[in-house]
């Protein structure tokens, strides 16, 4: 079955550290994959997303993301976290299947010591 | 500015006690979907429009309704709350159905179930 899986639940980082966030997927096909970014009591806001081509991916607020098939995964990493990076991260795969959707990883929270 | 409004933020409701949440969104997109969000849980899709075709996830209790009236609502019906129905819940929308279109998100209504 497909799946989406973050590894790490919470991650704590120092501002100014650099940050690295998991994700790992499930599923048979060459898979489009997303980063969303979830503030305290907002909705989600896409980060970046991989459809093909370049395994390394540029996206919003500085952030980056690597799609390695061989490991599966597309991780998310940032060179130098701020204390606004705070937030939920959500890894995402989109599936086709009757209808073309989205399944969520379960979520890394990120906290930010100053 | 905002794109994809939700209201309430808040809803408080009985248990038992129908109750109606708002989605309306200004970006004329196509499709809408309603996801429900558990404390500390990814985003799990409830159903969703394409146009006016309504697409309902297996897993969708009974319990959850949904109307578009047209292209910029949309409302999501819970006709008899439960306490485990409370919840975030979000509205997205997207262009068009395909794989890699990005979702634009509202900031959600929590909804609370007494």
């Known amino acids: 079955a497909q799946s989406v899986t973050q590894p790490d639940i919470h991650i704590t980082v120092s501002e100014g550290a650099s940050l690295e966030l998991r994700c790992n997927y499930s599923y048979g096909a060459t898979p489009y994959l997303f980063w969303y970014v979830q503030s305290p009591g907002q909705g989600l806001q896409l980060l970046l997303k991989y459809f093909s081509g370049d395994t390394l991916v540029q996206g919003i607020k500085g952030f980056e993301a690597e799609f390695k098939r061989s490991q599966s995964s597309f991780n998310l990493r940032k060179p130098s976290v701020h204390w606004s990076d705070a937030a939920e991260y959500f890894c995402?795969?989109?599936?086709?299947?009757?209808?073309?959707?989205?399944?969520f990883g379960p979520g890394t929270s990120l906290s930010v010591i100053p | 500015d905002a794109m994809v409004i939700q209201n309430p933020r808040y809803q408080v409701t009985q248990f038992g006690k129908p109750v109606t949440l708002s989605c309306s969104q200004t970006l004329n997109h196509n499709v809408m979907y309603w996801y429900q969000q558990k404390s500390s849980q990814a985003p799990k899709l409830l159903f969703h429009?394409?146009?006016?075709?309504?697409?309902n996830e297996a897993d969708t209790p009974d319990n959850f309704q949904s109307r578009r009236p047209n292209t910029s609502f949309c409302f999501l019906d819970i006709r008899s709350p439960g306490l485990g129905d409370a919840a975030m819940y979000l509205c997205a929308t997207t262009e068009g159905e395909g794989l890699g279109e990005t979702q634009y998100f509202g900031p959600g209504t929590r909804l609370l179930v007494l």
């Open positions: 995402a795969v989109g599936l086709k299947t009757s209808y073309d959707k989205v399944i």
């Open positions: 429009y394409y146009d006016k075709d309504f697409n």
